[in-house]
């Protein structure tokens, strides 16, 4: 089954660029999403289709995308920015089957 | 704003059955394709199922098709999942998610914008 591989962890200290890297082979032709999660709460969306960045969302998250690697960056991280980051994209065998990332917990501190 | 509420989690023995329901509010419910994404304990994200805008069509992951089943009543605006032969594996927070484009013809987008609170379901005996 098609996988989407991402580090277990990264750990940055308050102000530092944070990468969060995500790779699959269907990644050079399907979009990839990016998905915060905090403890005990929902998922939400902070970066979409490789690197558009919804409203709301500070300007310190950005994506951008090259073969078969995507990648979350936080520029300048804050302590607020702990949690679980998850890629997300399409299924290489089927385009409405979703796949996500194992998941990487940032730590910030 | 966009509301995802779920609800129909809890207990429940090996081999019975659940339905999971989520109201949703704030859009156009019947424009977007909508799906279940689920989260075991201390686990990670998983993708359920998939229904289009109208409901005309349905995806599963390999986990679950056969024994869930996905389904939506746009005049409630009310997405549904209906899950059968329930395991001890299919313990989870169940999380109902809107797509975040419109269909075309042949095909709706996959990415989610929005997500609901979720609901717990426990597969125990």
């Known amino acids: 089954s098609y996988e989407l591989t991402q580090p277990l962890s990264v750990s940055v200290s308050p102000g530092q660029t944070a990468r969060i890297t995500c790779s699959g082979d269907?990644?050079?032709?399907?979009?990839a999403y990016w998905y915060q999660q905090k403890s005990g709460q929902a998922p939400i969306l902070v970066i979409f289709?490789?690197?558009k960045r919804p409203s709301g969302i500070p300007e310190r998250f950005s994506g951008s995308s090259s073969g078969t690697m995507a990648t979350l960056t936080i520029s300048g991280a804050q302590v607020e920015d702990e949690a679980d980051y998850y890629c997300?994209?399409?299924?290489?065998?089927?385009?409405?089957?979703?796949?996500f990332g194992g998941g990487t917990k940032l730590t910030v501190l | 704003q966009v509301q995802l509420v779920e609800s129909g989690g809890g207990v429940v023995q090996p081999g019975r059955s659940l339905r999971l329901s989520c109201a949703a509010s704030?859009?156009?419910?019947?424009?977007?394709?909508m799906l279940w994404v689920r989260q075991a304990p201390g686990k990670g994200l998983e993708w359920v199922t998939f229904?289009?805008?109208?409901?005309?069509?349905?995806y599963y992951s390999d986990s679950v098709k056969g024994r869930f089943s996905i389904s939506r009543d746009n005049s409630m605006n009310t997405l549904y999942l209906q899950m059968n032969n329930l395991r001890v594996e299919d313990t989870a927070v169940y999380y109902c998610a809107k797509t975040l484009g419109y269909c075309s013809t042949t095909s709706c987008p996959i990415g989610v914008d929005y997500w609901g609170r979720g609901t717990l379901v426990t597969v125990s005996s």
């Open positions: 229904i289009w805008y109208d409901g005309s069509d349905k």
């Open positions: 704030g859009f156009t419910f019947s424009n977007f394709a």
């Open positions: 289709e490789d690197s």
């Open positions: 997300y994209s399409t299924d290489i065998t089927d385009d409405h089957k979703g796949v």
């Open positions: 269907a990644l050079p032709k399907k979009y």
